[in-house]
DNA sequence: AAACTAACGGACTTAAATAGTCGTATTATA
DNA sequence: TATAATACGACTATTTAAGTCCGTTAGTTT
């Protein structure tokens, strides 16, 4: 629980390694530097491709470099771009109130909500340009 | 991902509904009035009792109450006392660098290890006094 | 034009974590 | 002594995450 998944930690890690390279790389590379599987790192490489985060090139001599400066792409904007949509901590905050169980008689939405809003907040100001 | 488990969301409900009543209560009066399944909040239950964040009275009118003021439980003191620990975002801050496929190469860990420390503090600063 | 290598994308399998259930023992009280 | 509560381990089911496999499409180079 409250864990980032595997394809976020593989997106941030390949992020990071473009923005730390000028040239094009491809989604080989860095899955032999960093030890990580071909085929999930390859499908997140192209969802954040498919998002603009990234740009790709077919053909081959081709790969991805970053589609914009490592200062004006956030970690929220990973996550969104590879879970689809941002994550709340609870269901209630993630799906709507009317998927809940305990609808009027909750009283904890009000709370968590605080802190799923402090939690975004920091996902949104963290760029990747400060993953040092 | 990145969401609290079913077991602290209960015992949040639960602390939060001792904290805003005086008397005694059954883990079955908090489990019909929040639609909650009775076995699991029981054993929710029972790990906060153990860890002396509630009180536990057996035979045939006991139940739980507070062990001490709302004030002076946290947030964390709950998820800790739930889950065991305190979980990681990652695995590498989760169970330690050793157990890490990248090692050497991992660029994301300092980064996300701030993170950690702002969720965590979050969860530590929020008390239960405070769940309005 | 053919061969090569890279991205693209859907379907599938496996593995792990979470959620929930069941059975039984213990304990205090009326 | 019957009752109603906690206590606790083992088990099952469900859901989510992780990883794999297969083929397709698209530029490059020879």
Sequence with gaps: MLKLSKKVEYGLIAIRHMA??????????????????????????????????????????????LAKSADSISIMDIIQTIEGHIPGIVQCIDEGLEKCSIHQNCTIRNPLHKIQENLESVFNNLKVSELV
């Design 20 to 65: 730390s390279i000028e040239s094009i790389t491809t989604a080989k590379e860095i899955s032999e530097h960093y030890k990580l599987p071909f085929d999930l790192l390859a499908k997140v490489m192209q969802k954040l491709s498919k998002n603009k985060i990234i740009a790709s090139h077919q053909g081959i001599h081709g790969g991805y470099k």
